[in-house]
Structures are given as C-alpha cells and as structure tokens.
C-alpha cells in the first residue's frame, strides 16, 4: 500500500467524511507518510472521524496532539470540547471552551456549545456533604489496674462519682468491721484520764521522800 502526502490523505479522508464514511476516511490517514503527521489538519480530520463513529477518547487524544501543534486551531478546539463532554470530563471542556471563546467571543456554535455544557453541569449530581465525626475515645489496651485507675481519673474529671452505691457501702462496712467506732475511742480516753494526777502525786511523793532520806542520813 502506497503512502500519501499529508495534502492527498487529507483531501481523500475529507470526502471519506463527506459521504459518511469515517472508517475509510481513517484507513486513507493511516497511508499519511510520518513526515507529515505535524500537520494540525490531519489530526483535525482523524478526531472529526473518530467522533463519528463515537470513539470519544481517541478523538480527544488526537484533537490534543493536534493542539500542541496549533493550540489556538478553533476546528480543533471545537472537537476537542465536544470529545472531552462527551466523556464527562466537564470541568476539562469547560477550561478548553473558555480559552476558544477568548479566541472567537462571537462564535456561534461556541456559544451553543457554552450553553449545552452549562447544563450538563448543573445537572450533574452533587456527592453529599460528608460530615466528619469527633474521634472517639478508647481505653488504651493497657494493664487492668492501670486502666481502673484511668477510668477513674477520668470519672473525676467529668464530675461523674468514682464509686456506685453499692461500691461506697461495700466499704463503709469494711471499715467498720476493721476499726473501732469513734465514741468507744472517746470512752476509752476518758476512763484513763483520772490516772495522770494520780502518777503526777506518787512521783512527788517518792521525790520528797528521797530527799528526806538522803539529808536524814548525813
């Protein structure tokens, strides 16, 4: 199969195009010497038949190399916008379509295009707000008394009491069982108390009497 100039190819795919023929118009750029695969026509034509036959990703990708070629080429533009809604990569069409509306404010089919995109955004469906949740707080996996002694710590700060009603009777008992009752105590103390006098009198006794002696027996 004999290679074409790019100006023969194009001309041969353009009527492929015009008869609705997109395949065949595809098979004559494949015949498109390399040398000329520059120019920014033939990636035109080739993402136009792509985009007819609704391959919509190889006719983005060959209006975007056509595009590093010409980047203001308004055929391409165009193609490239229609490729990319098509794919659902709006917010890539939209930032492509600003650039050509900049290029050719007054453009018709640019404008149509503007509206269309336009509506295709706003009737795509919004993700739910996602509302992020505090952190929950856990027990540390830590040894049991040492967690006993934080969810203590932590009830006291809250406010919270440390002890249920059964735990603060549990002790008032033991308590009791292992101490004397406080007036028993004061009891105690009294009965003892008269004794303090008495050994107060006996030591003087004894004292007086032991300077008696000494001084009686010189």
Known sequence: MTQLDATSGIELALQHLSRGEPL???RVL??????????PDYWRVRAEAFLLLGDHKQAASSAKEGLVE???NL???????????????LDRAQYTLKHALRLAPHNLELQSLA????LQIDQRPKSPKTVSLPPVQTIPDVPNHARDDWKTAKDWRSGKPMFNEAD???IKRAFKANNPTLPEVQVRRRNFSFMLPIGFLLLCVAFIGFWLWSHMGR
């Open 168 to 170: 603060a009777s549990a």
């Open 24 to 26: 065949l118009a595809l």
């Open 75 to 89: 055929p391409l533009l165009l193609l490239h916008i229609k490729a990319l809604k098509e794919l659902g990569k």
């Open 30 to 39: 494949d015949r498109v010497s390399w040398m000329d695969l520059g120019w």
């Open 70 to 72: 010409d980047p203001d």
């Open 115 to 118: 509206d269309s995109l336009e």
